[in-house]
């Protein structure tokens, strides 16, 4: 977790020394820096102690130096100098999608606005449009993404709360008097932005305390909220929250489900129970006017005794999953051991950090039969896309390595760029000889809705596209989604039987849940891909399947399910389909 603290204050130092127009190796130094610490798998704690810090490309004495320092003190002197210049209004600003450091420096320099509310309000007022490289087109989009930023404001990603919540459960394991601990709450849902981490413990009475003192004296804890014997709560630095609920073993199950939440599934849920009889709450069901519940320790138990169906927590929207728990007829939904493969990684031909053949053993460990290498193509020069000479030399390496193998494929595949009319970025010749061609769109994510449908249903009727790569593009908290028409993409979709996309990159999660049921209404098949630029990135499959799981998603509804055979055979079928 200390590399990504680090690397974004490198971050923050290369957007400091923008702002105070420094010089450009200086401010991409930092930037490198920051980028390398971001995706490197190694803890930087431990590279840092074994005295390789400055065996790391891109990474200097001076960075080196500062990284040190940081894991020294918790600080870098040289970030706090930088920041201290400006206002911090101003470093905000500069956070806000679109306007970055050189934007906000002209509108404090011209306009005096140092802060977000005074930004917001400049541009409802229509008075960024009148300055010299803004105009009504940025203005707009800087209320847009102040917007998204309002949105999401105060909620982390759920990778990042899983991380946090795996961490603070593996420093409380092992206390005696403790049986069982779990993540409740959104987390258990695998909601894609969490509020905060709820953790639930069973313990008995000599485990409570001690379970209590653990957790409000961990590593990183900077406030301590609460620290009663049944609840307590604690800030980390950077001002996450987290809940620990500590429950007797007899009524586990109760507090799990009710903890769980939803909150609009526990109402739903509760009114159920009232009809049938019952009131239902943290502690157990209980018939109406009894002491001893009819059911307390396990959740099973609690749904039995309401006639249901044990609900997976990723179903527990209150979106019908109750409905379907009493007719038995909820889905059976997929797992991560039912996957094969991936559809949607990089290597070192495009701007992957790992050879094809690392990527390829990296898969193998997780107990897959298959891989797709899906590079940039040609268009893409910021991430080294591929020319089509060098397409060719893949295709070969790819070869050779699939010699080798006997319970494993790669598949060369291509994240193709969805040019601004919808055509792909490769010619016929280059796409017929690629096993998967991932279309995606990186370029002119402003335009209109007509315009940018249009050019997505163009591309997946293209008779080579196979799949939709992350498809409204958004970032969460950064970036919204574009102006696409979602209902017609998956129209399209159906009708030209091409897959879409489940981007499963921590800020992308695209498509989203609830679009990943309509799809499985249409019978448009899904395809996770983790877009894994790092062996490590792989790992991003549980996120994917996260998403699938809040769509209602079945094994056949998902291609990465299908073996090595099965996956060709479909992959040739749906090119003579057309
Ligand atoms: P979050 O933290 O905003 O991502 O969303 P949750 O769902 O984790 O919400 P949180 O942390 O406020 O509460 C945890 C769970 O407690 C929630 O999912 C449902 C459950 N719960 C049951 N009854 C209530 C209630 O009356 N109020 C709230 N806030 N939560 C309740
Ligand atoms: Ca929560
Ligand atoms: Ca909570
Ligand atoms: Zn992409």
Known sequence: MKNKAIAGLLYEIAELLTLNNESIFRIRAYERAAQTLDTMAESVDVVAREGRLRDIAGIGESIAEKIEEYLASGKIAYHEELAARFPQGLLEMMAVPGVGPKKARALFDRLHISSVPELEA???AGKIRTLAGFGKKSEDNILKSIATQKQSAGRMLLSEALALSKEIMAQCSGIAGVSRMD???SLRRYRETIGDVDILCAATESGRKKAIERFTSLAGVERVLAAGPEKSSVVFEGGVQADMRVIEPASYGAALQYFTGSKAHNVT???LAKRKGFTINEYGIFRIGEKAPVAAKTEEEVYAALGLDWIAPELREDTGEIEAA???????????????????VHSTYSDGKNSIEEMAAEAQRRGYEWIIITDHSQSLKIARGLSVETMRKKLKEIERLNARYTDFRILCGTEID???HGNLDYPRSVLEELDFVLASIHTGFKQDEETITGRVTKALENKFTHCLGHPTGRLIGKRPAYALNMERVLDTARRAGKMIEINSFPERLDLADVYCRKAKELRVKLAIGTDAHTTGHLGFMELGISVA??????KNDIINTLSYKELMEYLKKRREHL
């Open 549 to 554: 799981r809040r769509g209602w998603l079945e």
């Open 418 to 420: 969805i040019l601004s």
């Open 183 to 185: 993540a409740a709450g």
């Open 326 to 344: 009493a007719t038995g007829a909820l889905p059976r939904l997929v797992e991560l051991k039912d996957i094969k493969g991936d559809v949607h």
């Open 269 to 271: 849920l509760r009114t």
């Open 122 to 124: 400049a541009a409802g």
